[in-house]
């Protein structure tokens, strides 16, 4: 597990487009809210290992003044698993992957947009500024009662698709780490 700051893993398939975004676009948000240091990461289940990321994705953090450019796709290990409080996958297909191989990571890894959820479900007996391992605890809680991960939990996968299509995700993407980063800062 983390060091005590607590600790994310993002992972998608190709670690290109989806998991780096997520990764990067969320520690830009926790800098400029001035939130909790939180360790982040990403990795894919079949990477383009050392490629950067996705131009689409890359120019539209660079919009908001984030320079992404050094990053390069990395393999998922069992180590990066083990070491994270929380695993956020793109999707149920990754999430799957990830508990068939680690069991043990199980009750601590969801996709992102199921993480997301899982919160607001749990919205009640929570209060914005939370540490992750009482996030973690609040979705694994909620897990239950809100009903079991659906399509709607999964961020589609632009990579060579159209532009149209890299919007989409990463818009889908923007929207799920604003309500994230709504738990873990007070505002």
Not at 5 to 21: D, H, K, M
Request: glycine share 8%; charged share 25%.
């Amino acid at each position: 597990m983390s060091d005590g700051r607590g600790s994310i893993l993002f992972v998608c398939t190709g670690n290109v487009c989806r998991s780096p975004y997520l990764e990067w676009g969320l520690r830009a948000s926790l800098a400029s809210a001035r939130g909790p240091v939180i360790r982040l990461t990403s990795a894919g289940v079949a990477p383009l290992l050392g490629h950067p990321m996705s131009s689409y994705l890359l120019e539209r953090l660079q919009t908001r003044g984030i320079d992404a450019s050094e990053f390069r796709a990395r393999a998922l290990t069992e180590g990066m698993v083990a070491r994270a409080d929380v695993v956020l996958t793109a999707s149920r297909e990754h999430r799957g992957l990830i508990v068939r191989q680690m069991p043990a990571a199980a009750t601590r890894t969801f996709t992102v947009l199921q993480f997301a959820r899982l919160l607001r479900a749990g919205r009640a007996s929570r209060s914005a500024g939370a540490d992750l391992p009482a996030l973690v605890t609040l979705a694994q809680q909620a897990r239950g009662p809100a009903g079991a991960s659906t399509e709607h939990d999964d961020i589609e996968d632009p990579w060579q698709h159209s532009r149209r299509v890299y919007a989409r995700s990463a818009a889908k993407m923007d929207e799920v780490l604003e309500e994230i980063l709504e738990h873990l800062v007070s505002r």
